[in-house]
Nanobody
């Protein structure tokens, strides 16, 4: 049984930073790409960032490329998302997800397992 558990969300002022974590269990962590997505109520889930199984390749949504950093600690089976210079429009539930394979994937349909999400609220 695969489990993904996010943590690190919260309330932050615009311009501030947060670091999200996602701890995985149930499958060999380094075999699978891991991604972050976000979703506001009534909106489509949006791609944020992805990292390959080895950690050697990453991809970001254009609007977040200069402010967010995705990383992973395979020894700890943990995924991270460092978010800097946060904006109010970044207020969403953030989800981590584990892909079918090890390569970077942007489409949500390429992900097999999802966490329960963590709320990030950015005040103006």
């Amino acid at each position: 049984q695969v489990q993904l558990v996010e943590s690190g969300g919260g309330l932050v002022q615009a311009g501030g930073s947060l670091r999200l974590s996602c701890t995985a269990s149930g499958r060999p962590f380094s075999n699978y790409a891991m991604g972050w997505f976000r979703q506001a109520p009534g909106k489509v889930r949006e791609f944020v960032a992805v990292i390959s199984g080895s950690g050697g390749s990453t991809s970001y949504a254009d609007s977040m490329k200069s402010r967010f950093t995705i990383s992973r600690g395979n020894a700890k089976s943990t995924l991270y998302l460092q978010m800097n210079r946060l904006k109010p429009e970044g207020t969403d539930v953030y989800y981590c997800a584990q892909a079918y394979g090890s390569r970077v994937q942007i489409a949500s349909v390429e992900y097999l397992y999802w966490g329960q999400g963590t709320q990030v609220t950015v005040s103006s």
